[in-house]
């Protein structure tokens, strides 16, 4: 298909982890990207990762790439409160333009 | 470093209106792209621009849509003729070729509501 999915909706409680799953579709991606958006604003770069690479780590953020799979995951360390929001994975295609998923609402419970 | 800066941020207009929205992005970067974002989606490329040349617009929704940068550092994004299915949030991201990740660097939107 064409389309990056995200499962829509995960909740978590304060201090668990969370981990927020995609699948892509264009093997040939050069960059895969997670955001974050909150409501009303506009999207926060969180972390890339390069398509050769298996895993990135950037403070509580840790990407894991499956290239066989064509599977991108974020996993959030302690999460908090603040980390309630949308997360979208997004891969660039060709140009230097993004194809997005729908994203994945995270609530976060005290 | 100031970031991706968009005018308006809300903008309520009849049916029929024109109407067009700014963007300032990132000062040395070199290329522009908007999106589009509906309710319940992710965003949705419309066009990109490298410096002034406009490299992709096979994108644009309709031929009512049209977006300009003329001296390859501000951009407008002008609909024609709004209708209601226009409204959206429009985004614009701005970006450094050749830099390593080459990400999108997003402004706040301008939120169209058209009634």
């Known amino acids: 298909g064409e389309d990056v999915e995200q499962s829509l909706f995960l909740s978590v409680r304060e201090g668990d982890s969370s981990v927020i799953n995609c699948t892509y579709t264009d093997s040939s991606s050069t960059y895969l990207y997670w955001y974050k958006q909150e409501p009303g604003a506009g999207l926060q770069l969180l972390t890339y990762i390069f398509s050769n690479m298996d895993m990135k780590q950037d403070q509580r953020l840790t990407v894991l790439l499956n290239k066989k799979d064509k599977h991108l995951s974020l996993r959030i360390a302690d999460t908090q409160t603040g980390d309630s929001a949308i997360y979208f994975c997004?891969?660039?295609?060709?140009?230097?333009?993004?194809?997005f998923g729908k994203g994945t609402m995270l609530l976060v419970s005290p | 470093d100031t970031g991706v800066s968009q005018d308006p941020r809300h903008k309520i207009t009849k049916r029929g209106q024109n109407v067009t929205f700014r963007c300032d992005p990132i000062?040395?970067?070199?290329?522009l792209y908007w999106y589009r974002q509906t309710l319940g989606q992710g965003p949705e490329f419309l066009t990109y621009?490298?410096?002034?040349?406009?490299?992709?617009k096979s994108r644009l929704l309709s031929d009512r849509f049209s977006a300009e940068r003329p001296k390859g550092s501000f951009s407008t994004l002008e609909i024609q003729r709004t209708e209601q299915g226009d409204s959206a949030m429009y985004l614009c991201?701005?970006?450094?070729?050749?830099?390593?990740?080459?990400?999108?660097?997003f402004g706040p939107g301008t939120r169209l509501t058209v009634l």
């Open positions: 621009f490298q410096n002034e040349a406009q490299l992709e």
């Open positions: 997004a891969e660039r295609r060709g140009y230097s333009t993004l194809t």
């Open positions: 000062s040395e970067h070199n290329r």
């Open positions: 991201a701005s970006s450094l070729a050749g830099r390593a990740g080459e990400s999108n660097f």
